[in-house]
Structures are given as structure tokens and as C-alpha cells.
């Protein structure tokens, strides 16, 4: 149960919404400077309840807790409609947990956390899509101000019909902090450095091995893996997926609007 007392911050990042109920003044703080464009004062959401001690196995991603996780010390159950948190000794590992946590309750609302940059060009969204040092900061650094959604954690959902990426407050390099907005997916680029400029289509199973490793998912279950394999197929025949080769300039945005 929250502890008595300790005012929520109410967020929503790609419509989940979550209170965060931090005891800490200084840790609330930093949340609140953190989370300031996903903050939400009209309702509240799914209890997340940041403890002191330390972790308390409850049956680590299953027996009696629904999942659970362990991380640098800070730990994540997940069990009930609510989540606890204990450990959190800073922002740092409050924005870790909090990424392992929607890539838990984002999977049965049709929805995953994936490594890439995303880019907002006449109202659609640009997804690229690639692990460290694959190009997302290049990405993000070589298009117009004001047009990053986000630079490193990109969250891809089915809503209002159609799939939509959507801002996250999870920055990269580039430290793009994110807009609290979504826009229908244009399309999903694999990113590949090379010396010229050029999409290439990929098959089904070509997209699936480029995108899986970029997915965040951190539980072993089968049902959680199925489900999430399930949605990614779904995506790739709904949503444009390329490989792109790129050099570092702009120039690859004449390919794509080819």
C-alpha cells in the first residue's frame, strides 16, 4: 500500500499512467524535473510504491509476484495492479526501473520499448531502429530542431486504430528529453552505417532478427515471449520496415522521401 502521507506524481508515458509514490523530498524532486512533460494531475494510475530495504524475493519473475527484477542493487515487483520499488537511491535507477516496468504492462495493451530514435517529418513518425553505436544519435543530431521525439528509447504502440510512436522521457547521447506526444509510424528503418545512401526491403524474418535484439524485454516466460513475437509480426504487416544505409549527413532523408 502507498505510505500515508506521500502526495503521488501521476505520469503517463504512451498512455500508461502510473503514480509514483516517492517518500524521498530530493528523490520527488528530481522525478518530478524528469517526468515534468509526461506529469498528469487529472486522475491517477497504477500505484508504484518506492520502499526503503532491500529487495524481497518473492518469487524472481514468478512464483507468488506476477514478475520481478533485480538491477544494480535496486529492485521491481510487480504483482496485484501495482508495483514496488525498493533500493532507488537516485534518478538514475528510478528511470531504470521504470523502463522494466512498462515493458511489462505496454505488452498486453499491444505496445514494446525499442532502441531508436524517432523523428517527426510532416506528422509521421520516422522510427530508427538500431543497438549502441548503430547511428540514433547521428540520427537525432543531423534532423531539424524540434523534431526529435526521442533519441534513444522509442515506444511503439497500436492505438486509435493504427500503430503510434509515442515521446518517452528515456534520452540518450543526444539528451533529446522528449515530447509527451505520438504520431502514426511512416516507417521503421533498420540502421546500418555505410558509404552511400540507400533502403534496402527486408523479408519478414530479416526484420524480426533486426528488431528483436532492439527491443527492451527482460522475462523468460513463454507466454510474455509469445505475446510479444505475436505483436511484432502483426506490426511488420501493417508498418513499412527497411534497412537503411546511411552516411553521416542528412543525405539519407532524400532517400526516404523518395
Not at 33 to 46: H, K, L, V
Not at 230 to 256: N, P
Request: net charge neutral; charged share 20%; hydrophobic share 45%.
Amino acid at each position: 500500500m502507498p505510505q500515508e502521507g506521500v502526495r503521488p506524481l501521476n505520469i503517463s508515458i504512451g498512455r500508461v499512467p502510473l503514480s509514483l509514490f516517492i517518500p524521498s523530498q530530493e528523490l520527488q524532486a528530481q522525478a518530478l524535473t524528469r517526468y515534468r512533460e509526461f506529469a498528469q494531475d487529472m486522475w491517477e494510475g497504477m500505484p508504484v510504491v518506492l520502499r526503503q530495504g532491500a529487495f524481497s524475493a518473492r518469487g524472481g519473475d514468478g512464483e507468488s509476484a506476477e514478475f520481478s527484477f533485480v538491477l544494480d542493487g535496486a529492485s521491481l515487483v510487480l504483482d496485484g495492479g501495482g508495483a514496488e520499488f525498493r533500493g532507488v537511491r537516485h534518478e538514475y535507477a528510478l528511470d531504470s526501473l521504470l523502463r522494466i516496468l512498462l515493458t511489462m504492462t505496454l505488452l498486453p495493451r499491444r505496445g514494446f520499448l525499442l532502441h531508436a530514435a524517432t523523428v517527426v517529418r510532416d506528422g509521421r513518425a520516422h522510427v530508427f531502429a538500431g543497438r549502441s553505436g548503430a547511428g540514433k544519435s547521428t540520427v537525432a543530431s543531423l534532423s531539424p530542431a524540434g523534431t526529435v521525439l526521442t533519441d534513444e528509447i522509442s515506444l511503439l504502440r497500436f492505438t486509435d486504430g493504427g500503430w503510434h510512436a509515442y515521446g518517452t522521457p528515456f534520452w540518450g547521447e543526444f539528451r533529446a528529453a522528449g515530447q509527451n506526444a505520438h504520431y502514426p509510424i511512416a516507417g521503421i528503418y533498420a540502421l546500418t552505417q555505410a558509404a552511400e545512401d540507400r533502403l534496402d526491403p527486408m523479408s519478414t524474418k530479416e526484420i524480426l532478427r533486426a528488431l528483436l535484439p532492439c527491443v527492451l524485454f527482460f522475462t523468460q516466460k513463454p507466454e510474455a515471449n509469445e505475446m510479444l513475437l505475436r505483436l511484432l509480426l502483426d506490426m511488420t504487416t501493417i508498418v513499412s520496415c527497411q534497412r537503411l544505409h546511411f552516411r553521416r549527413s542528412d543525405a539519407f532523408w532524400k532517400v526516404i522521401a523518395a
